[in-house]
Every structure is written in structure tokens, then in C-alpha cells.
């Protein structure tokens, strides 16, 4: 989202020198995406897996997927180049699903072990965040997204074709209810440890919408901070959806803004994204 505008946003944990959370550092600082996650967990429907994650990140433009060496390599060349000062966030967000990647546990270590001063973040599912959890706040992550579609298991079922949990490939209502739970778990959980939250949520005409006010409620109960509602790139097994108007996202971003801050104009990052917000 390099023309994203945060606008509106206060409190506390709203104004921590990240550019997608706060709008303060719009325009003046900037984030480096490292590309090294690309496997997921889960399947939603409206993924293409060569493509990016949804959860941050535009269809089809990671370059390529890189290792934990050449992450800090990325890092390294970015600090140096003119705009090297102002970018103060590296982030994970795909092209898969970051915690389903060592990859990603590696690099984040290397960055905070090279370049201390650096805000990490991360975006995420929400399947493993329960269990990752601890080994982030050990990193030092400190800024989390979680995208978050739906609470209700029988919507879930439709836009998530399948999801792997403990060994084995679950579907249908039974695997919504797995993601949802550990979504719900572990955005509190790190809500509690002090994280900076967002949700993301995909909004998805005639399966998602008529419940987005019920989960702005629940996922700000559970400690999310922003809320960024991402519209549907109909794609993959959701391809025949229409994507919603753009004067729906904004009626629902007012609408939800009396719940919790919106995230007004994310423009879906790609997933080795670098430079100013
Ligand atoms: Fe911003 Fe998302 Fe990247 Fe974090 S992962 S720096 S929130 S674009
Ligand atoms: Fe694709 Fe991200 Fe969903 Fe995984 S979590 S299926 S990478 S959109």
C-alpha cells in the first residue's frame, strides 16, 4: 500500500513510527518487505498460490522468494539507498503465509540482530499465532497483522477450501472453526503481550459482508487496534464474485469506523514491496 492513507488515527499504539499503522509517518518513513515465506497453512478461495497473499499483498508481483541471506542482503542494499534513513520497518507478508515458513523466523532474527533499530512486523493468518507467538515477542516482532474474514464457521467454509492443522487436511465448517479459534486466541494473546494489531478482512459480496459489523465488535474485544477492510480481487476459485464497489468499502469503512480506526486507502502491497507510505 504505497499510497496508503492511515488517516484519523490516534492512541498509544497508533503512533509507533510504522507507516501502515500510524499517520504519523505517512509520506516520511517506510518499509521493506522480504519475500521469503512461500508456503501456506490454509487455502482461501480467492488466492492464487503463485500469486501473493492477500493478507498484504498484490496478485502476481513478488519478484521471487528469497532466503534469510539474501533477506539481510535486501535490508542492507534498501538502508543504503537514499531514502535509506526514513525506512524504519521490515516486514513478512507472503508471498505465502509467514509463520508457516522458518524462513521467516530466520530472517527476522538476522534483522534484528544487524539492524537493532528496525520496527519488524509481520502479517499472518492467524493459524499458528497462538503457537509463534512467544518465539516472536522473543524476536522482538512487534507489529502484527491478522486477517481475519469471517467469525461464523459456515461462511467460513466458503471462502476457506481447506486448512492444515496438527497433520491433517481439514474442510468444511470444522476447519473455519480451527482458523477462527486460533485467530481469536492469539490476537488477544498478543493484544496482552503488548503487539501493535491490525485485522485485515477481505471483504467478499453476498459471503462475508453481512457480518462485518459483529467482527469489527469481536476483534476489537480482543485487542485489535485498526481495522482494514481489503476488497475482493475475484481470483481464483472466487473469480466469478464481483469485487465490491469501491462506494461499499466506504460506506462499511464509516460505518466501522465508530468500532475501531480504519485503514482508508491500502492499496495491497505486493509482498517484496519497498519504500515510503
Ligand atoms: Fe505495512 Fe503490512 Fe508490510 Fe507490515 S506487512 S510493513 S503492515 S505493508
Ligand atoms: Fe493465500 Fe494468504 Fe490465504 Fe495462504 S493465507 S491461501 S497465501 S491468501
Given at each position: 500500500?504505497?499510497?496508503?492513507?492511515?488517516?484519523?488515527?490516534t492512541g498509544?499504539?497508533?503512533?509507533q513510527?510504522?507507516?501502515?499503522?500510524s499517520?504519523?509517518?505517512?509520506?516520511?518513513?517506510?518499509?521493506?518487505?522480504?519475500?521469503?515465506?512461500p508456503?501456506?497453512?490454509?487455502?482461501?478461495?480467492?488466492?492464487?498460490?503463485?500469486?501473493?497473499?492477500?493478507?498484504?499483498?498484490?496478485p502476481?508481483?513478488?519478484?521471487?522468494?528469497?532466503?534469510?541471506d539474501?533477506?539481510?542482503?535486501?535490508?542492507?542494499?534498501a538502508?543504503?539507498?537514499?531514502?535509506?534513513?526514513?525506512?524504519?520497518?521490515?516486514?513478512?507478508?507472503g508471498?505465502?503465509?509467514?509463520?508457516?515458513?522458518?524462513?521467516?523466523?530466520?530472517?527476522?532474527?538476522?534483522?534484528?540482530?544487524?539492524?537493532p533499530?528496525?520496527?519488524?512486523?509481520?502479517?499472518t493468518?492467524?493459524?499458528?499465532?497462538?503457537?509463534?507467538?512467544?518465539?516472536m515477542?522473543e524476536?522482538?516482532?512487534s507489529?502484527?497483522?491478522?486477517?481475519?474474514n469471517?467469525?461464523?464457521?459456515?461462511?467460513?467454509?466458503k471462502?476457506?477450501?481447506?486448512?492444515?492443522w496438527?497433520?491433517?487436511k481439514?474442510?468444511?465448517p470444522?476447519?473455519?472453526?480451527?482458523?477462527?479459534?486460533?485467530?481469536?486466541l492469539?490476537?488477544?494473546q498478543?493484544?496482552?503481550?503488548?503487539?501493535?494489531?491490525?485485522?485485515?478482512?477481505?471483504?467478499?459480496?453476498?459471503?462475508?459482508?453481512?457480518?462485518?459489523y459483529s467482527l469489527?465488535?469481536?476483534?476489537?474485544?480482543?485487542?485489535a487496534?485498526?481495522?482494514?477492510?481489503?476488497?475482493?480481487?475475484?481470483?481464483g476459485?472466487?473469480a466469478h464474485?464481483?469485487?465490491?464497489?469501491k462506494?461499499?468499502?466506504k460506506?462499511y469503512?464509516?460505518?466501522?469506523?465508530?468500532?475501531?480506526?480504519q485503514?482508508?486507502?491500502?492499496?495491497q502491497?505486493?509482498?517484496?514491496?519497498i519504500?515510503?507510505?
Amino acid at each position: 500500500h504505497r499510497e496508503c492513507n492511515h488517516a484519523n488515527m490516534t492512541g498509544p499504539n497508533l503512533n509507533q513510527g510504522h507507516p501502515c499503522f500510524s499517520t504519523s509517518g505517512h509520506g516520511k518513513t517506510g518499509r521493506i518487505h522480504l519475500a521469503v515465506a512461500p508456503e501456506c497453512n490454509i487455502s482461501c478461495n480467492y488466492c492464487v498460490r503463485k500469486f501473493d497473499c492477500a493478507n498484504e499483498s498484490r496478485p502476481g508481483v513478488t519478484s521471487k522468494v528469497i532466503n534469510s541471506d539474501e533477506a539481510i542482503e535486501t535490508v542492507l542494499k534498501a538502508k543504503s539507498s537514499a531514502i535509506g534513513s526514513q525506512l524504519t520497518v521490515v516486514g513478512i507478508a507472503g508471498p505465502g503465509e509467514p509463520l508457516a515458513n522458518q524462513e521467516t523466523f530466520e530472517s527476522m532474527r538476522k534483522v534484528k540482530e544487524n539492524f537493532p533499530d528496525m520496527t519488524l512486523c509481520l502479517s499472518t493468518n492467524g493459524l499458528l499465532l497462538p503457537e509463534k507467538l512467544a518465539e516472536m515477542l522473543e524476536i522482538g516482532v512487534s507489529h502484527v497483522t491478522v486477517t481475519i474474514n469471517t467469525l461464523d464457521e459456515q461462511v467460513g467454509a466458503k471462502i476457506y477450501s481447506h486448512v492444515h492443522w496438527e497433520g491433517k487436511k481439514m474442510i468444511g465448517p470444522d476447519a473455519a472453526r480451527v482458523l477462527i479459534n486460533n485467530q481469536l486466541l492469539g490476537l488477544e494473546q498478543a493484544s496482552k503481550a503488548g503487539m501493535t494489531l491490525k485485522v485485515n478482512t477481505v471483504v467478499i459480496p453476498g459471503v462475508n459482508e453481512h457480518l462485518l459489523y459483529s467482527l469489527a465488535l469481536e476483534v476489537k474485544k480482543r485487542g485489535a487496534h485498526i481495522h482494514n477492510l481489503l476488497p475482493l480481487i475475484p481470483q481464483g476459485k472466487l473469480a466469478h464474485n464481483m469485487a465490491p464497489p469501491k462506494e461499499l468499502i466506504k460506506n462499511y469503512r464509516s460505518i466501522l469506523g465508530s468500532i475501531l480506526p480504519q485503514m482508508m486507502h491500502c492499496q495491497q502491497c505486493r509482498a517484496d514491496a519497498i519504500g515510503l507510505v
